[in-house]
């Protein structure tokens, strides 16, 4: 009965057509090879010479369509689609005035080469309620990071961590990123798009953007008097946890000039459970805030921005072993020597995190001078770690305080020009500096520090017709000073260490035909060393491990090509993007597993140690998708990763395995009381990771694993209220499984069936009286 009614629903013809021509709005001349995009289906069209585009094989509904095209801003516009429509864009080009009502995102400045994937309008509600890391793994070529199942690390094309950088809101986000346990302190909920840029880019975004960038961005604040809101209510069977969260915004009516936003969230779950077993002590607890207060008037504006995240988290009991005898036998069984019933109780070991954001962004913008733009920002972070027994001091049993307590403080202020666009040429200049002090409590992990940063550096544009070039270069300066304990006498008092670099990029994009783009780059950048990886000394609860850290490391050198292609066929059913990419990284540093234990008074545990080589990082991420009629679509999207020790002639440990992944999607046609109807499924298989050194890990890396994954969803409105919902399930087979990133793969299987239920209510903007 249910796959009949799916059937007469989908009945209704889906071969509606959007179409029409992109302009300069200043010029009123044709724009060539912009990407026109319908949001919510991911579907791309690219103008031709003419700059006309055409959508075909759409059904009925209501669809958000963007419009970006290099050197200009973002254009979002929505449609209600009950027959063939023509639309034509609008776009600021030649004199990139701002005009606030259509634009939807900055003018990008960074290198526009690299290749880039953002998350969809629908792949962002279904990550409703999870982390970043895990968000992010939608992402083709983007893996995971896990230290269990509560703190989740994104990787990309097998870097992570320091190599990695996050824009949050427009700020390099700074905390204690260096450990593999330490996950990015935002809040999802804050943002509107989520994009990675691979590769190196390091001209940019400065000097440790050796693997790529992440922005989170939120959406953009309302351009006319209003009030609206959304409330989002969800739910997981695993754990048993729930998220609400919630977000108003407005713009006065009597002070045109102001918008604003206040957004909250709150999280709770309890210990995760496997197929066989709950995991003990895997709760976790979430509360976060931002708000925004904006100013526009005439050519000038204004953007403030606070954000405060906290979080509670359970480091798994099981991980944490008295003894030496007993370590090796957790590392041999295939269940926890722990064992655990539901419970939302969080105690030793666990992770209190605390990180604040403030930053305020200033811009003027004419014709005659462009863009000039100043940000400064203050990060204060606040990571609390406790031992898996109580100190024996007791003083500090007293007043239960953290073994393990960072601080580190962070100011930025970057200033960058963008030149009027002239002729066939855009470009930026910036300047870029950054002061961080970093504090400990408890006993000695890594040292106090302080670090100073400057940067400069300058992007160019070319562009006519078919082609798009680019070249990049940056000047970068570090200097820092550490500050080691008295009783840590290894090495010298107070070491400085002052690092210096060039850093380049350059690249280009050819569209061969209307409905191909080839595009290749070339990218150096350079990372120091982090005080975690030339001191860490001592036992790490958070990753049950213990590290130790080399101080005479030196800087990395990276050097990164990355080619890629995308091609749609003109009927717009076959969608293909891949990306082949080579990463050359001199003094490449990376935690190394010693094959060893070691017996503290805090228990035993696995040693792990920083180490220093030359490494080849190659590999290739592709995806298709193919609309097989007009309410079925095919996906498909795979990764392959090969990691060489070019001075061992040995591979590299905690590389990501081949992964793949295929799946269905069944579009429904909107009926009067259903819209965006949809149901898709998908497998996804990740291949035993078999390019390890031989007897180089405490555990041989784990089989390979396929999980069943689905997704449903629909919006419906009662009286004159919309309501969007939406159900998904991963592993729903319950399969039984490790991860080879995962570090307590060592100790307990992955977590069993979740089933989480999505409730979106947005409140419809209301006029201000």
Known sequence: MLLQTCFLMAQPNCQLTISGVVLDTDTHEPLLYTNIVVVELNKVAIANDNGQYTINNLCPGTYTLTCSHLGCETVSQILHLTQNTTFNFNLPHATNVLHEVVIKSERTNAPISQVRN???????????????????ANINGVSTLQTGQTIVKPVINGLHSQRILIMNNGVRQEGQQWGTEHAPEIDPFTA???TVIKGANAVQ???????GVILVEPKTLPSEPSVGAELNAITASNGRGGTLAGMVEGKFKRLTAFAWRLQGSVQRSGNLKTPNYYLKNTGTEQYNFSTTLAYHQNNFNANLFYSQYNAKVGIFAGAHIGNLTDLQTAFNSPTPLVSANFDYAINRPRQAINHQLLRLKTSYNTAKLGDISLSVARQFNTRLEYDSHRPYNDSLTNANKAEL???????????????PHKKNLSGTIGISSLYQQNQFGGRFFIPEFNAFTNGIFAIEHWHHKKWHLEAGLRYDHRHMQVFLPEKENVYPKNPQYTYQTMSATTGVIYYPKTNLQL??????AWRAPHVSELFSNGVHHGSASFEVGDATMIPEKAYNTIAGLTYNTKNQKLLLQTNIYCNLINN??????????????????????????????TGIDWQMSYQLTQTLKINHKGSYLYAYDRTQHQFLVMIPPTRLETGAEYQLHDTKHFTDNYVSVSVQTVFEQKNVPPNSDFVPPPPAYTLLNAQIGT?????????KIGLSGNN????????????FRYFADAIGTNVSLRITVPIGALNVP
């Open 118 to 136: 953002e998350l969809n309008k629908r792949q962002l509600d279904e990550v409703k309620g999870k982390s970043l890391g895990e968000a992010l």
């Open 588 to 617: 490449f540093i990376y935690l190394q597993p010693q094959n060893t234990t070691i017996l503290t008074i805090r228990g035993a545990f696995p040693v792990f140690a920083y180490k220093q080589t030359n490494a080849l990082l």
């Open 715 to 723: 919006n419906f409105a009662i009286k004159k209220q919309h309501i």
């Open 519 to 524: 595009n290749a780059n070339f990218g150096t």
């Open 732 to 743: 729903l087979l319950n399969t039984t499984y490790r991860d080879y990133l995962d570090r």
């Open 405 to 419: 307590r960072f601080y580190i403080t962070t100011y930025s202020a970057d200033a960058i020009w963008q030149h």
């Open 192 to 194: 509107g798009k989520l």
């Open 205 to 211: 975004y400065g000097s440790d953007a050796i693997g």
